[in-house]
Structures are given as structure tokens and as C-alpha cells.
């Protein structure tokens, strides 16, 4: 039995999306492109030809002072957007029935900008003297409301609840 080779050639316009920058040279391209079509359940096996050899211009500083500089803006657009999210949560917040903050700490954050977290300090008739609670809002999870928050004590008390948006009300 002989094992006969078809050849089909095929024209296609293949966006490449990396989390991690461009290609250093079209021949990184070509390597990785081949890779990932060469490895298949059929045996089939792919060369590649690039017509416009300029695809790749990330060998070039300026290009990758531009990319880096989009970068860097685009992760303050989302930090903004997230801290204000987190901002939302907390100032909507009902830390309980007589509890009143006194005072607050700045947010610290995940490097992905989903957990923001503070710590706030409350007093209640309930309890004397401060109490230090750890305020977490988690953008990455939604519950009934959209986004989670919640404010919890060292011994892991659960203090308020977290309020429906105005729209859910």
C-alpha cells in the first residue's frame, strides 16, 4: 500500500494576537506559526511563506518605545477604571446598622487590577472602641449585584452587607 501526498495550497490572512508583544523577527513569526500548524492529529504538514517581509517591525526602538508606551497607558486606563469601580463598591457599602467609618486607608491591588483592598477603621455602639476591618472588593467575580465586596474583621466576621446598585432596586 503506498501512502499518497496531496498538495492543497491555500491563500489566507492569519491575525496574530500575542499578550506579549510582537514578533522579534518575521523568522520568529514563521518558526511559531509552523509549530502551531504542524502540530496536528492528521499528519499534515505546513510550509509557510511570508510575501511582505515587513510584518514585524518591533526590531526597530522606536516601534517598542510606541508599544511600551501603549502599554503603560492602557494599564492606567484600567487601574483608573477599576479603582473607581472598587470606589462605587465601597461608598455604597452598608457596613451595619450604627456603624460609622472613621477612617480609611489607601487601596492596594492585584497586579490584574481585579482584588482591591483597604483597610477602614468603624465604630459601633455595638462594639467599643475602633474596629480595624478589611474592605475587599473582587471586580473578577460577579454575584447577585455585579462585582463582590465585603468587609471583614481579624477574627473573620463578616461586618455589613453589600448594597444593590440603584438599577437593582
Known amino acids: 500500500m503506498t501512502n499518497n501526498t496531496t498538495q492543497i495550497s491555500v491563500s489566507a490572512k492569519i491575525t496574530v494576537n500575542s ?9 520568529g513569526l514563521k518558526r511559531w506559526m509552523s509549530a502551531c500548524l504542524n502540530c496536528n492529529p492528521n499528519h499534515a504538514t505546513v510550509g509557510i511563506e511570508i510575501e511582505q517581509e515587513n510584518l ?11 508599544i511600551a508606551g501603549l502599554m503603560a497607558m492602557t494599564a492606567t486606563l484600567n487601574a483608573s477604571a477599576r479603582q473607581e469601580k472598587a470606589d462605587a463598591l465601597y461608598q455604597n457599602y452598608d457596613f451595619g446598622e450604627d456603624v460609622v467609618v472613621t477612617a480609611a486607608e489607601k487601596w492596594s491591588h492585584t497586579r490584574d487590577y481585579c482584588q482591591w483592598m483597604r483597610v477602614v477603621y468603624v465604630e459601633s455602639k ?13 471586580l473578577g467575580v460577579s454575584g447577585d449585584y455585579g462585582p ?5 474583621d481579624a477574627r473573620g466576621n463578616i ?11
Open 126 to 138: 455595638a462594639v467599643q472602641g475602633s474596629q480595624k476591618l478589611y474592605f475587599s472588593a473582587n
Open 56 to 66: 514585524c517591525a518591533s526590531d526597530d526602538p522606536a516601534y517598542q518605545a510606541q
Open 19 to 27: 499578550s506579549v508583544g510582537a514578533f522579534q523577527s518575521v523568522d
Open 159 to 169: 461586618w455589613g452587607t453589600q448594597k444593590a446598585p440603584e438599577s437593582n432596586r
Open 148 to 152: 463582590l465586596a465585603c468587609a471583614i
